[in-house]
């Protein structure tokens, strides 16, 4: 008798698969809709053994172009965090909640599009995947998509950032917000709202490993 195929695109690797085969596994997914219209699948990128994981919502732009997570916009103000942080950024991994880019074509421009709760739900596998070989001591959560993804629990991000979150798994679970929330404030804020994200982030300090 032949096996039923997988019927989810992570399940075809074997469970032994690191990172590297889970990176071009995910350039096949169709298993939503988003697979179709992005350039590519970006994947996770940092040591298969980090000990802080830190998870966005999806790829923007210009990470969709560059196949890396938080290289646009975003992931400036995020690398300026990690320099004051003191945080080596190939320390950690970097990962989002869903792997593909969502967006509406505006005009030559392509308007980031909030992942439904189906596809984020359909494509944890991946992260499902990356947390059985990163195996990271604590996460962050960057804004509520990623919030509720990771702890499966509604999180209101206002009220609950700086705080943790223990995951069914055990793994505890930073709180704060996406870097987009800050560079959409208002510009006289800006400053102020950053101080705020730092003070948040350097609650996963003790998560990090001091360069040899
Ligand atoms: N926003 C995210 O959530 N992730 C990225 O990789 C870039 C922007």
Same mark, same amino acid.
């Given at each position: 008798?032949s096996r039923?195929e997988?019927?989810?695109?992570? $399940?075809?690797?074997? =469970?032994? +698969?690191?990172?590297?085969?889970? /990176?071009? *596994?995910?350039?096949?997914? /169709? $298993?939503? =809709?988003?697979?179709?219209?992005?350039?590519?699948?970006?994947?996770?990128?940092?040591p298969?053994?980090?000990?802080?994981?830190?998870? *966005?919502?999806?790829?923007?732009?210009?990470?969709?172009?560059?196949?890396?997570p938080?290289?646009?916009p975003?992931?400036?103000?995020?690398?300026?965090?990690?320099?004051?942080?003191g945080?080596?950024?190939d320390?950690? %991994?970097?990962t989002?909640?869903?792997?593909?880019?969502?967006?509406?074509?505006? *005009?030559?421009?392509r308007?980031?599009?909030? =992942?439904?709760?189906?596809?984020?739900?359909?494509?944890?596998?991946?992260? $499902?995947?990356e947390?059985?070989?990163?195996?990271?001591?604590?996460?962050v959560?960057?804004?509520a998509?990623?919030?509720k993804?990771?702890?499966?629990? +509604?999180?209101?991000?206002?009220?609950?950032?700086?705080?943790?979150?223990?995951r069914?798994?055990?793994? =505890?679970?930073?709180?704060?917000l996406?870097?987009?929330?800050?560079?959409?404030?208002?510009?006289?804020?800006?400053? +102020?709202?950053?101080?705020?994200?730092?003070?948040?982030?350097?609650?996963?300090?003790? %998560?990090?490993?001091?360069?040899?």
């Open positions: 008798m039923p997988p019927s989810r695109e992570s $399940d075809k690797l074997p =469970p032994e +698969a690191g990172i590297a085969e889970l /990176r071009e *596994g995910a350039q096949h997914c /169709r $298993d939503c =809709p988003i697979g179709e219209m992005a350039t590519q699948a970006v994947f996770g990128e940092g298969s053994r980090a000990s802080l994981m830190l998870v *966005g919502e999806q790829p923007g732009d210009r990470e969709d172009l560059a196949g890396r938080f290289v646009g975003s992931g400036r103000l995020l690398d300026r965090a990690l320099e004051e942080l945080w080596p950024r320390g950690l %991994y970097l989002n909640a869903v792997k593909h880019f969502k967006f509406m074509p505006r *005009g030559k421009r308007i980031h599009k909030t =992942p439904a709760q189906q596809e984020i739900a359909i494509c944890l596998q991946w992260l $499902d995947r947390l059985d070989v990163v195996k990271p001591a604590a996460m959560a960057l804004g998509t990623a919030a993804a990771i702890t499966g629990q +509604a999180i209101s991000v206002m009220r609950q950032r700086g705080e943790w979150v223990v069914e798994d055990g793994i =505890p679970v930073l709180i704060t996406h870097p987009s929330a800050l560079l959409r404030g208002p510009p006289d804020q800006r400053e +102020a709202a950053f101080a705020l994200w730092l003070k948040d982030l350097r609650h996963a300090s003790r %998560y990090i490993k001091p360069s040899p």
